[in-house]
């Protein structure tokens, strides 16, 4: 047996495990003439006996009394069921806090969506106009409703509800044209929109409506709606300038 | 009552203080038949024989004295739980060794998913620095020594994979034979031969990395 082969058993040696028949012997042999070897063998043997440290400490007789006793009183315990051992266990426990969890959330989105489906109040806001022009009367409660013009003059009228927040630009550009020529008739521009915005609408014109023909015989008005949606341009001008309206049977 | 059975000797290896301690080895398999039979007094008696070969392997393979403890309850509730599919030709010693390593690889797996109890903030290691430093003060140099060695092959033997750590264990520190070791591990025995040789490698240039590093 050459060294590399000694080397390769000596941990088995040093520990004494080497199964193969007559390699201890010849191990043994190969050590004491190889000096190499045997301080590689010293080696091992210091490193066998280093792990041989890893003692556990002394257990006294409270720990395994405790041990026991534990043991016991576990063992001695009732089974519990298979209900208790689904729902009773930790994870079984858990399960239920997030079912309760759960449920609670499911409750309270319902309630929401009940309460929300109940009470779509139109945030209703009528552009003041003075004596002239149409009237606008905007609702947000749906992305369909956008504005609804009602045309000729009025008196003052202010806020029917809380300001909402202004709508995108795209709706409005959407609902308000340019430029808006004068008519005599209030028309609702949105069949669909909500009863109560359409009773504004109506109150509002059925108002001014004896005010229109002698107003509008005096003014012309113009709006121009700029890019930024809350910039409007409202241009009133005389309809005497010019060609004498009263005068012109295309009236 | 099986002769087989009849063979198995205690795996009580020390004596508790007073050293009044009855021979288990002829009662032991009467005991593990009553306790089959869901005697818990006659499995008391199974525990008393075999708890410090238990918690000594439990300690050795867990590496503190409380990882150790909950290991050996687990051990013993398992063995009763599954006294009843022991057969009695079978090696006490090796069944109830086979429980505590599994036992022992559950807790580990834990301890890696937990980060818990670590060798860092293991209260064993700050006795042991406390050794060392009282060994230090009261110039015992050989105590110190001594509590460093055994501090650095903790620390190696915490630093070997799972199962190399077990083989050796059992081999080089139980005293197990390598068919014995391969049969509680589940493997074959030249898998085992060479687990336990790759860990005395690690072993030997761990410590010997680590003592030149104390040295200088």
Redesign the interface.
């Known amino acids: 047996m050459n060294c590399e082969e000694v080397k390769a058993n000596l941990s088995s040696y040093v520990a004494g495990d080497i199964e193969v028949a007559g390699a201890r012997e010849t191990v043994g042999a190969h050590l004491l003439h190889c000096e190499a070897c045997r301080a590689l063998a010293a080696e091992w043997e210091a490193s066998h006996r280093l792990l041989q440290l890893h003692q556990p400490p002394e257990f006294d007789a409270a720990f395994f009394d405790a041990l026991r006793r534990d043991v016991l009183r576990q063992i001695s315990e009732p089974r519990p069921s298979l209900f208790a051992r689904l729902f009773g266990q930790p994870f079984g426990q858990q399960a239920l806090t997030y079912a309760a969890a759960f449920s609670l959330l499911v409750c309270a989105a319902l309630f929401a969506a009940h309460f929300l489906r109940r009470s779509p109040t139109p945030a209703v806001e009528v552009a003041n106009k003075e004596n002239v022009g149409p009237v606008e009367v905007q609702t947000n409660d749906t992305p369909e409703s956008g504005s609804h013009t009602v045309e000729g003059p009025t008196k003052n009228v202010e806020s029917l509800a809380p300001q909402p927040p202004p709508p995108s630009a795209a709706r409005r550009r959407r609902a308000r044209p340019a430029f808006n020529a004068s008519r005599r008739e209030a028309r609702v521009e949105h069949p669909t929109a909500p009863p109560e915005t359409r009773d504004v609408a109506e109150q509002v014109a059925r108002a001014s409506n004896a005010e229109t023909a002698v107003a509008e015989r005096e003014m012309f008005r113009i709006e121009l709606q700029t890019s930024d949606p809350n910039v409007r341009i409202i241009w009133l001008t005389p309809r005497t300038t010019g060609v004498d309206s009263s005068n012109n049977p295309n009236r | 009552m099986p002769s087989e059975v009849a063979g198995i000797a205690c795996m009580t290896d020390?004596l508790?203080?007073g050293g009044a301690f009855e021979d288990h080895g002829a009662t032991l398999p009467a005991h593990i038949e009553r306790a089959r039979a869901g005697d818990?007094a006659a499995?008391?008696q199974v525990?008393?024989c075999t708890?410090?070969k238990v918690?000594?392997t439990a300690?050795?393979l867990l590496g503190n004295?409380e990882d150790?403890?909950d290991a050996?309850?687990e051990v013993?509730?398992r063995a009763?739980k599954y006294l009843k599919s022991y057969r009695p030709e079978q090696d006490f010693h090796g069944w109830l060794y086979r429980i505590t390593v599994n036992v022992c690889r559950d807790i580990l797996r834990r301890r890696g998913q937990a980060g818990a109890r670590t060798l860092a903030n293991d209260p064993?290691r700050g006795e042991l620095s406390a050794l060392e430093a009282l060994a230090g003060e009261s110039d015992t140099e050989e105590a110190a020594v001594?509590a460093q060695?055994?501090a650095?092959?903790?620390r190696a033997?915490h630093a070997l994979p799972e199962k190399e750590r077990t083989a050796?264990?059992l081999?080089?520190?139980e005293g197990l034979?390598?068919d014995e070791v391969a049969r509680v591990m589940g493997s074959r025995p030249a898998t085992v031969r060479s687990q336990v040789?790759t860990a005395?490698?690690k072993?030997?240039v761990f410590?010997?990395r680590f003592l030149r590093e104390k040295r200088v």
């Open positions: 020390k508790p203080p818990a499995f008391e525990m008393v708890q410090h918690a000594a300690w050795r004295r150790a403890r050996a309850q013993f509730l009763f064993e001594l060695q055994r650095i092959v903790r033997l050796l264990v081999r080089d520190l034979s390598t040789s005395r490698g072993i030997k410590c010997e």
